[in-house]
């Protein structure tokens, strides 16, 4: 192996070790500054692929430490997803489809802003309930985009939910005024798709 050779000198393991005390006091630190304790607002956007699964990596660990999930899904049609069959199965989970039964027609703006808000009505419940301790509001950026909902309403019933709630936004290009109240803002970066090499949706992997 490259450079195993200097590894086991007495003096580079005596460097590593300095190293790594330094970095040790600057995360012991980093932690002791951390005090705070809130419900956070988490953004995760950008092309790349692993917002929404990212989102319900998270729905799994508040599950594991029995909290209480709502999860609200603003999307075209009904697919059926393995994280919807998975969850739906799990105790402390409420799992709403928005949109079930329609199909996003933007040829009729009336109908799709009316679903949207039928929607939003939906999270506001969620957002005004206490004992849900995070709540997923997936692909909510496309009514957004659309102009379906309105960006102050939405912003305003963010603001106001229970200070202990923890939510997290997904969907491509998020508004920057959502990324500015949230606490959290990730950006997937597309570096390379498998779609994009013709390969369809692989279960298990995109749904
Ligand atoms: P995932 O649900 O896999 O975390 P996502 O939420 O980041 O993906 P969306 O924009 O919601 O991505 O798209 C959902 C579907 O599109 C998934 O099947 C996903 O694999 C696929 N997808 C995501 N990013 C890309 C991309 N850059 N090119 C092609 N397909 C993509
Ligand atoms: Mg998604």
């Excluded at 005090?35 to 956007?45: A, E, I, S």
């Excluded at 027609?105 to 009505?121: F, H, K, M, P, V």
Aim: proline fraction near 3%; charge should be positive.
């Amino acid at each position: 192996m490259a450079g195993s050779g200097n590894t086991n000198k007495p003096e580079a393991q005596q460097r590593h070790r300095q190293r790594m005390q330094r970095k040790k006091e600057v995360v012991d630190a980093a932690i002791a500054r951390a005090d705070q304790t809130k419900g956070l607002l988490l953004v995760l956007t950008g092309n790349g692929k692993g917002k929404s699964s990212s989102a319900f990596g998270m729905v799994a660990r508040a599950l594991g430490h029995g909290m209480r999930v709502g999860v609200a899904q603003f999307i075209k049609g009904r697919s059926d997803t393995g994280e919807e069959a998975f969850f739906r199965r799990q105790a402390g989970m409420t799992w709403h489809v928005l949109g079930e039964g329609f199909t996003w027609d933007t040829q009729n703006l009336e109908r799709d802003s009316e679903t949207a808000r039928r929607g939003w009505g939906v999270v506001q419940k969620m957002l005004r309930d206490p004992e849900i301790d995070l709540v997923v509001i997936d692909e909510l950026t496309y009514p957004l985009k659309y102009g379906w909902l309105d960006m102050g309403m939405v912003l305003s019933d963010l603001k106001g939910r229970p200070p202990m709630q923890h939510v997290v936004i997904t969907g491509r290009a998020a508004p920057q005024a959502l990324c500015d109240l949230a606490d959290t803002v990730t950006e997937m970066r597309d570096v390379k798709h498998a779609f994009q090499a013709g390969i369809m949706a692989q279960q298990g992997i995109d749904l």
